[in-house]
């Protein structure tokens, strides 16, 4: 069914039956009679060619499809209050709260020291607590953040996201390695012939650089896999390891310790960085004022405090 073909005032109506599971209900959060949300509710039914709400015994129960329906329903309705609301002004200053964001140690170091500067200067009421990874972002939004960021969102009803910027691969050893000692460029022999040092915060093997590498007939050897993105750096300054880890991490890391930096002597992907939050908060003034902070924060391109 085209959408130019269906009434959208009966998403409201549409929105009340799935969530109270009752006409009744319905009608008193819609402020309507009955009769009127009876008829809107066949209406629904016509048009999506579904019963959406049955009798089971005693009890009314979704259909299948009009559980599935929920998310996407709630969203819609969000998306157009934003739209006939327009923007609420947020007053930085005044706002107490405390938000949970979902991060990855690199994000932490990508994100935090500039994100705490600007919400002193802003914000001085807003207070972070940060949580380990969740690799689901949908496990991480309903276990209560109000954040996740992370490379792979779920396409998901009730999910939303936003892209924050994107990042490449570096590469880094001692300073004195005999890998590039003398040369002025690193062959594809020499890089593999080294042992390495594998960022795996899923404790798995394999990787952009990995992927890269098979598809030229290569492997590397992994002396050593580790989860955290701020420990290998500091992992190959007293041994021969190469590690490639983010160019953000490895321009925060490189001065401070010493370390020689050289690119991938092979085209490796990058990835890009996203937010994602429930559809739920989407409309949220101090949550959108929020969001928008992070996303100006991360655009600056500069990791370090």
Known sequence: MHVANFDLNLLKTLDAVLETRSVTRAAQKLGLSQPATSHALQRLRDALGDPLLVRVGGAQVLTAHAEGLQDAVKEALLRAEVVLAGPEAVTPAK???????NLADYTE?????????????????????????AWSAFEGLTSGADLWIGVHPPAVPGVMAQKLFSDSYQCVVRRGHPLIKKRKKVSLEDFVRFKHVQIAPGAQPGGPLDDALAARGLSREVALRVPSFLVAPLLVTRTDLVLTAPRRVVETFAPLIDLEVFEPPLPVPGFTLQQAWLARAHADPVHRWFRTVIREVHARGDARP
């Not at 706002?95 to 964001?101: A, E, G």
């Not at 020291?113 to 207070?127: C, D, Q």
Request: hydrophobic share 45%; proline share 6%; with cysteine.
């Open 95 to 101: 706002v107490k709260r405390t938000f949970v964001i």
């Open 109 to 133: 170091l990508t994100l935090l020291p500039k994100l705490m500067e600007r919400l002193a200067k802003e914000a001085p009421g807003i207070s972070i607590t940060c949580r380990s990874h």
